[in-house]
């Protein structure tokens, strides 16, 4: 018999598919709007200053050797990490309440937290997450993997392009106490739409009334406005309104180092006694998974994050990259709505954040941008807005502009 003859085919990665196949088309012109990797303004991939400047420090380290790490990763880059997402005057990182461990970037934070909330959270009933419609499309995976159920709360307005924030209260306040809630903490992948300060007010009062806990996802920080602080705002405000919370970070996108695997999980407890006990868990959960963290993103990170000199060339390439996507926003509403004349409301485009836009495109005008003109992006109409740039933002506004008319 053929051990493995009862295993199903699994359908490729959807994402990972579209880029292969825009590899191998030979048409000139053909554009990728799919992955969210940033690309500079030649369409190719950027490798920040900073990093060419931490990798040099680190080669010329007469120091440096290849032993193990802690199972919790490198030591300076947690802290240096915490410091980042909650704020160096963070109350929290005083009173020696949060537990830090290195992951292998985003994805491994957020699975790490998801682990961690199977095995140790008091779920009132059934372990479920809310996770935002629509989200990473990974989350789902991501939660099932640890046998936790994933339904979703109402995020997404087709009509405004925008936030539905009366559904999303109102799951809120209709879940059972203690449920747990994903919330992108900046950059909402993938409909680049944010909840307002005032709007992020509302959802804290909605899940400190319920008992609910903040389960958040920071992929994206300095990514969407280019601040560091400022797209740190929610989860900052969350820690200080005393919301039950965990944060998931990555430093794929914020500096360039989606390879490196380099990111990290955040639990913030109550007191130092119970941020140690988190934590001793959650060494044993990775050593049994990794033993222990792959050190040189850490070291990269960790020079930047500890080096004033380094940190400011880091919000410097931040800004670069920022602004170089706002750019790109700004001259595809301006060509749609002034040059194109093209049918509909276009100001979404300006008012989302961060490295992607939903277009508001439905399945048959994206495939048609993809079969017809070589562009190549999600059928659900997301476009990675690094992936335009001035050689091409008027072909891919003529081609929309040809395929919504
Ligand atoms: N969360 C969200 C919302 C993301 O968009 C991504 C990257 N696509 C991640 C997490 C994790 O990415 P990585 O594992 O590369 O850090």
Known sequence: VDTWNNVPLAPEDSIFKLTATYKVDTFPQKVNLGVGAYRDDNSKPWV???IKAA?????NDPNLDHEYLPITGLPEFTSGAARLILGGDSPAIAENRVCSVQTISG??????GALFLSRFYDFNGPKQVYLSDPTWANHFAIFRNVGIDPLTYKYYDPKTIGLACDEFLAALASAP???VFLLHACAHNPTGVDPTREQWNQIADAMLQKGHYAFFDCAYQGFASGDLDGDAWAVREFV???VPMLVCQSFAKNAGLYSERIGALHVVGSSTEVAKRVRSQLAVLTRSEISNPPAHGARLVALILNNPELFEQWKEDIRTMASRIIEMRKELYRLLTEEFKTPGTWIHIVNQIGMFSFTGLNAEQSQALIDKAHIYLTTNGRISMAGLNT???RYFAENLDKVVR
């Open 391 to 393: 050689g091409n933002i």
């Open 177 to 179: 106490d203690r449920s």
């Open 48 to 50: 920040l200053p900073v």
């Open 107 to 112: 994805t491994g934070a957020n699975h790490l």
């Open 55 to 59: 990798s040099q420090a680190l080669f």
């Open 240 to 242: 200080k309104r005393g």
